[in-house]
């Protein structure tokens, strides 16, 4: 059974920052797309960032451009997104899901398979 687990969620300061990881089980996601989205309270979710299946192409939304980071390490089967300069926006439950096999980053999230619960990050003003 395939398994996503998201940690490193927490409370933190406008300006600080969190990384979150998705730790897969049950699937070997080093063959998958993958990404990150988020549902801030009372809205819909949204696309935060996404990256092939070799690591070699990501892509971002506009809004965490130039501050989040996506990457992998396919031999851990950790996928993890690096947060800096975080801002009380940015106050979400983000979750990780699995793409299509061998494909490069994928925005929609109904071409993702698998979700993980998700992981709450609370950032203060």
């Known amino acids: 059974q395939v398994q996503l687990v998201e940690s490193g969620g927490g409370l933190v300061q406008a300006g600080g920052s969190l990384r979150l990881s998705c730790t897969a089980t049950g699937r070997t996601v080093s063959l998958y797309a993958m990404g990150w989205f988020r549902q801030p309270p009372g809205k819909e979710r949204e696309f935060v960032a996404s990256?092939?299946?070799?690591?070699?192409?990501?892509y971002l939304a506009d809004s965490v451009k130039g501050r989040f980071t996506i990457s992998r390490d396919n031999a851990k089967n950790i996928v993890y997104l690096q947060m800096n300069s975080l801002k009380p926006e940015d106050t979400a439950v983000y979750s990780c899901a699995i793409g299509p096999q061998y494909s490069d980053y994928v925005l929609q999230p109904n071409e993702y398979d698998w979700w993980g619960l998700g992981t709450q990050v609370t950032v203060s003003s």
């Open positions: 990256i092939s299946w070799t690591g070699g192409a990501k």
